[in-house]
């Protein structure tokens, strides 16, 4: 079992930035990928950017360029980026983690609110 733990959400001004982070715990050597995800009140979760454990980036094409995904492997901690944070960007942001030997065990953190105001 992985556990994953974010902070760092919270409330900006248009423009500003926020870093989330995001600790996993527990079974670490089987996660394959991390990732962030959104989610909007009553609208389905969607992917924002993945990193895998060589380093593999992927992102969402409306954060491509302003967000950033990173992470520190001794520390089992991923990181997002978020600069030039627009108001349609406040959601729900959850940590993603891919486990297991094919990478189909899912695990989530508890969410983090981010805000971003006009």
């Known amino acids: 079992q992985v556990q994953l733990v974010e902070s760092g959400g919270g409330l900006v001004q248009a423009g500003g930035s926020l870093r989330l982070s995001c600790a996993a715990s527990?079974?670490?050597?089987?996660?394959?990928?991390m990732g962030w995800y959104r989610q909007a009140p009553g609208k389905q979760r969607e992917l924002v950017a993945t990193?895998?454990?060589?380093?593999?980036?992927n992102y969402a094409g409306d954060v491509r360029g302003r967000f950033t995904i990173s992470r520190d492997n001794a520390d089992n901690t991923v990181y997002l980026q978020m600069n030039s944070l627009k108001p349609e960007d406040t959601d729900v942001y959850y940590c993603?983690?891919?486990?297991?030997?094919?990478?189909?065990?899912?695990?989530w953190g508890q969410g983090t609110q981010v805000t971003v105001s006009s």
């Open positions: 993603n983690a891919k486990a297991g030997p094919w990478g189909r065990d899912d695990y």
């Open positions: 527990g079974r670490v050597f089987s996660i394959k990928t």
């Open positions: 990193i895998t454990t060589p380093g593999m980036t």
